[in-house]
């Protein structure tokens, strides 16, 4: 029989990227990143990521195919990115993808982004339920429990700022540039956590509140530097992450107990944090609940997690009309509907 092809499209924030599937293996996972274009700004400014979108996404989408030595003719699907991102960036791939899907009379199949980021980890080993998703990236903070395949259910989330901003708000008023989650990962390695900052748990709930911690670090910097004196910048990174990722392991952890889950997947960008996969991998196992913790390819924006989840929206027929629009503050609990 032969293997269904899916082409998938991701543009929510400023990666262009194009993936194909078939059946299960993977044929290209083609990223272009627009981080350098960035990096002036000390953020992503969304009018130049639409842009750079509709430069990139020609190129990205045929130099997927040619690597993968696919033709248009052989997808049998075509998947895209609905939401949650940046208006104008979502909306270059859903163009593009809803161009192609009408050309060659093929399926479209919307995905959610942070569906996604959850499903990454499939590539590493299969989701196994109930399961506790710790999704933190730069947009979302979110603890979402699946009893079984597209089944989300939020149970906590950041009221106010995502852990993923916070990290690079302090990275940009300590300098250290654009993303900041790196330099700060880093450096917190060589430091100790002597400072003392509020936590961003919200008690007797599954919510955060991470905006607090991030101007209680912004002044202190602002007013240490006003007095004439130093931060000591590894302390201040160690201190930072301590405290924002011990809350989000201290509510998983109890998350965990309470819905009787046997796996905890990481997800989102800042997945990719050494302090936060460590303590995943010392705790978790200690309750009976197994780590899924993707390579570091699997944690920043990619299209490969789109693929993935989509192959299961296919299966599910969740398809849409070639009227589709994009959604950037779509919830996860709304996947199916678009
Ligand atoms: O998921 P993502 O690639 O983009 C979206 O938010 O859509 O996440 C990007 C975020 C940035 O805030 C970046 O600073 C953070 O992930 N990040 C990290 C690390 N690597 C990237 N945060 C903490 N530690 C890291 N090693």
Avoid at 258 to 264: G, I, L, N, S
Avoid at 276 to 282: C, I, Q
Wanted: proline share 5%; aromatic share 8%.
């Amino acid at each position: 029989m032969k293997e269904r092809v899916i082409l998938a499209i991701e543009s929510s924030c400023d990666e262009t990227a194009v993936a194909i599937l078939r059946g299960d293996k993977l044929l290209i996972n083609a990223v272009s990143t627009q981080i350098s274009m960035h990096q002036q700004y000390g953020g992503v400014m969304p009018e130049l990521a639409s842009r750079l979108h509709t430069e990139n996404i020609v190129y990205t989408l045929d130099t997927a195919l040619k690597d993968a030595n696919i033709k248009l003719e052989e997808v049998d699907a075509f998947a895209v990115t609905r939401g949650p991102g940046l208006i104008g960036a979502l909306h270059v791939g859903l163009q593009t993808a809803k161009t192609l899907a009408l050309l060659y009379h093929k399926p479209l199949i919307p995905v959610h982004h942070l569906a996604a980021h959850i499903y990454a980890s499939e590539f590493v080993k299969p989701l196994v339920f109930p399961l506790l998703a710790i999704v933190v990236s730069g947009g979302n903070t979110e603890l979402v429990v699946m009893e079984k395949h597209l089944d989300f259910k939020t149970i906590g989330e950041t009221r106010d700022d995502a852990i993923g901003e916070c990290y690079d708000k302090i990275a940009r008023v300590l300098n250290l540039g654009y993303p900041g989650g790196i330099p700060i990962d880093r450096l917190a390695k060589t430091g100790e956590a002597t400072y003392k900052l509020p936590s961003p748990a919200l008690g007797g709930s599954y919510d955060f509140s991470f905006s607090g911690l991030k101007t209680h670090v912004i002044n202190l910097v602002n007013n240490t530097k006003q007095r004439g004196e130093e931060i000591n910048v590894p302390n201040l990174c160690a201190s930072f992450q301590k405290v924002a990722i011990d809350a989000i392991i201290k509510k998983g952890l109890k998350a965990a107990k309470e819905y009787k889950v046997k796996q905890v997947v990481i997800a989102g960008g800042v997945s990719a944090n050494s302090y936060l996969r460590s303590e995943v991998l010392a705790k978790f196992p200690k309750i009976g609940v197994d780590p899924a913790i993707p390579p570091l390819w699997c944690c920043t924006d990619q299209a490969a997690m789109i693929a993935k989840l989509a192959s299961y929206l296919y299966d599910e027929k969740v398809l849409a009309g070639y009227d589709l629009g994009v959604d950037p503050n779509w919830e996860i609990e709304d996947f199916r509907e678009f």
